[in-house]
C-alpha cells in the first residue's frame, strides 16, 4: 500500500487528518493542518515550516521509534522538503560571488579548509556548484535554499570569511528552467572514482601482501625462498607501502586506512604461509605502517601546497 504525505508538512496522510478544498470537499495533498478552506493556514516559507514542524520531534520520535534530536529532523526535512509539492518550485537559488582581498599564499593557506567547507554543504544538499573564477580572483557558489538568511548563516561557516580572506556578494534568483540531473552528476562521478581506487588499491594490497608471500613460500626453493623473502620484506614491502601512503594521502578522509589493511594483511600473510610464528614480522608489520602513514603526510602536505 503506498503512503501519502502531506505535500507541505510531510505527515503521513489518512482519511481523517485530509484537508479541505473550497467547496468542503477532501483535499488529496495536504493534511487539515496545513490545509483548509481551499488555502493553506500558514504563509510560511520552507525554512519556516521546517522550524515549525522541528518543535514536535518528540512526538514523531515516539511513532517511528527513532531518537532524533531537533537538529537531526531538521537536516532530514531539509532533504525531504523540496521533493514536496508546495516547495518543490519554490526553492530560491543564490549565487555567492567571492572576490578575495588577500594574497593568494594567505589564500592557500585556507583552502582546503574552505574545501572540507564545500565538502560538508554537498553532502547536506545545500551546494549546487563552486568554482574559482578565471583568472582566479575570487570564487563563486551556488547555493540552494529557501531564504537569505539561510544562506547568510551558511556563507558565515566559509573559513574564507571567517579569517577574512574574502568579501561576498549574494545574488538571489528564482529558476524557471533547471536540468534535474545536474545537481548530483558530478557529486556521483567523484564517488565512483573513489570507490573504484579504493577497490583498485585493495587488490594491489592483497597481490603484494598475501599473494607473494605465498608464493615464496609455497613455490620457492629454501635457498633461493630465503633471499626472496629478504627481498620481499626489505624492498618490495617498504617501497609499496610508500607508495600507497603517498597515493592515500590524495584522498585521506576515504583512504587513511588502507596503509593500517596493508600491514594486517602482510602479517596474516606471513603467519599463514610460513611456518614459523616470529615477532619480527611483527615489527616488519608496524615499520611498513609507520612507512605508510608518514608517506601519507607528506602526500598530503605537497598536495595542500599544489593546490
Known amino acids: 500500500m503506498e503512503h501519502k504525505f502531506c505535500q507541505s508538512c510531510g505527515m503521513p496522510l489518512t482519511t481523517d487528518n485530509k484537508g479541505t478544498n473550497a467547496d468542503g470537499s477532501r483535499n488529496e495533498d495536504y493534511c487539515i493542518y496545513c490545509y483548509k478552506d481551499g488555502r493553506f493556514t500558514q504563509d510560511f516559507t520552507m525554512e519556516q515550516m521546517i522550524e515549525h514542524c522541528a518543535q514536535f520531534t518528540d512526538e514523531i520520535n515516539k511513532e517511528s521509534g527513532q531518537t532524533l534530536t531537533q537538529e537531526q529532523a531538521k537536516d532530514m526535512m531539509r532533504q525531504f522538503f523540496p521533493q514536496l509539492k508546495r516547495w518543490k518550485n519554490r526553492t530560491a537559488m543564490f549565487i555567492a560571488i567571492l572576490t578575495y582581498k588577500k594574497p593568494l599564499e594567505e589564500v592557500d593557506r585556507f583552502l582546503q579548509a574552505h574545501r572540507d567547507y564545500l565538502a560538508e554543504h554537498y553532502a547536506a544538499g545545500d551546494f549546487i556548484a563552486s568554482g574559482p573564477q578565471t583568472p582566479r580572483v575570487g570564487g563563486v557558489i551556488m547555493i540552494k535554499s529557501d531564504n537569505r538568511a539561510l544562506v547568510d548563516?551558511?556563507?558565515?561557516?566559509?573559513?574564507?570569511?571567517?579569517?577574512?580572506?574574502?568579501?561576498?556578494?549574494?545574488?538571489?534568483?528564482?529558476?524557471?528552467?533547471r536540468i534535474e540531473p545536474f545537481r548530483h552528476t558530478k557529486i556521483s562521478i567523484i564517488l565512483m572514482v573513489n570507490k573504484r581506487a579504493i577497490i583498485i588499491w585493495l587488490a594491489i594490497t592483497i597481490l603484494v601482501m598475501l599473494a607473494l608471500p605465498f608464493a615464496v613460500a609455497r613455490l620457492a626453493s629454501e635457498c633461493s625462498g630465503m633471499a626472496l623473502c629478504m627481498m620481499l620484506f626489505l624492498i618490495v614491502n617498504p617501497v609499496y607501502s610508500a607508495i600507497l601512503g603517498y597515493r592515500c594521502g590524495k584522498d585521506i578522509k576515504k583512504m587513511w586506512n588502507?596503509?593500517?589493511?596493508?600491514?594486517?594483511?602482510?602479517?596474516?600473510?606471513?603467519?599463514?604461509?610460513?611456518?614459523?610464528?616470529?615477532?619480527?614480522?611483527?615489527?616488519?608489520?608496524?615499520?611498513?605502517?609507520?612507512?605508510?602513514?608518514?608517506?601519507?603526510?607528506?602526500?598530503?602536505?605537497?598536495?595542500?601546497?599544489?593546490?
Open 258 to 307: 588502507l596503509p593500517l589493511v596493508s600491514a594486517v594483511a602482510f602479517l596474516a600473510g606471513t603467519w599463514i604461509f610460513f611456518d614459523i610464528h616470529e615477532l619480527w614480522f611483527v615489527v616488519y608489520a608496524t615499520v611498513y605502517l609507520a612507512i605508510g602513514w608518514i608517506a601519507m603526510a607528506i602526500s598530503k602536505y605537497l598536495n595542500r601546497r599544489v593546490q
Open 153 to 177: 548563516s551558511i556563507i558565515a561557516q566559509d573559513p574564507f570569511n571567517i579569517n577574512g580572506i574574502a568579501d561576498y556578494r549574494i545574488v538571489e534568483f528564482t529558476p524557471i528552467c
